[in-house]
């Protein structure tokens, strides 16, 4: 994980960014708050498996209820704007972030829509805007490549 600020939000659909120094169990333990001091980072109750980012695997998912991960209420987006480039690129964006399918479609929906030439900031801020969250630059990043990839292949023939 990269370096950053810890700073407070809602952290979807992008995880919150490692801090400096910290290896993947301590990581893992200040998202879920089994470290004891209270710094998690985000601003609602979530289950252990949606802390990590597992999100297709949280208890919430077989019934147990209480987590307010944003994961369990993400609306789909239109279906209009789910084409098949578009629905390709969801596909692959779930499988890197454990992401339920409707994130993935609305992700790639609301940054498909910027166009080809969107920089990782625009998808970054537009994400920002649609889930009232901190969107970090990897996962703006990835969005990107994603797309782009899922374009070229469309392109050629
Ligand atoms: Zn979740
Ligand atoms: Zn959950």
């Not at 370096?3 to 200040?30: F, N, Q, S």
């Not at 297709?56 to 998912?61: E, F, G, H, P, V």
């Not at 649609?130 to 374009?151: I, M, N």
């Amino acid at each position: 994980m990269s370096t950053a600020t810890m700073k407070t939000g809602k952290w979807y659909p992008g995880v919150p960014p490692g801090l400096d120094g910290e290896d993947d169990d301590a990581y893992t333990d200040r998202l879920t708050g089994a470290d004891g001091t209270g710094r998690v980072p985000y601003d609602h109750l979530r289950f252990r498996e949606c802390s990590m980012g597992y999100h297709l695997t949280c208890s919430c998912r077989s019934g147990n209820t209480g987590c307010l991960c944003p994961c369990h209420t993400d609306p789909a987006p239109d279906p209009a704007a789910v084409t098949p480039l578009i629905a390709a690129a969801a596909g692959i964006l779930c499988g890197l972030y454990y992401l339920p399918a409707t994130t993935g479609e609305r992700v790639m929906a609301e940054a498909g829509a910027l166009g080809p030439d969107a920089g990782k900031e625009a998808i970054a801020s537009r994400l920002g805007e649609v889930y009232g969250s901190e969107t970090g630059d990897w996962f703006a990043t990835d969005v990107k490549a994603v797309l782009r990839d899922v374009r070229a292949k469309a392109d050629s023939p």
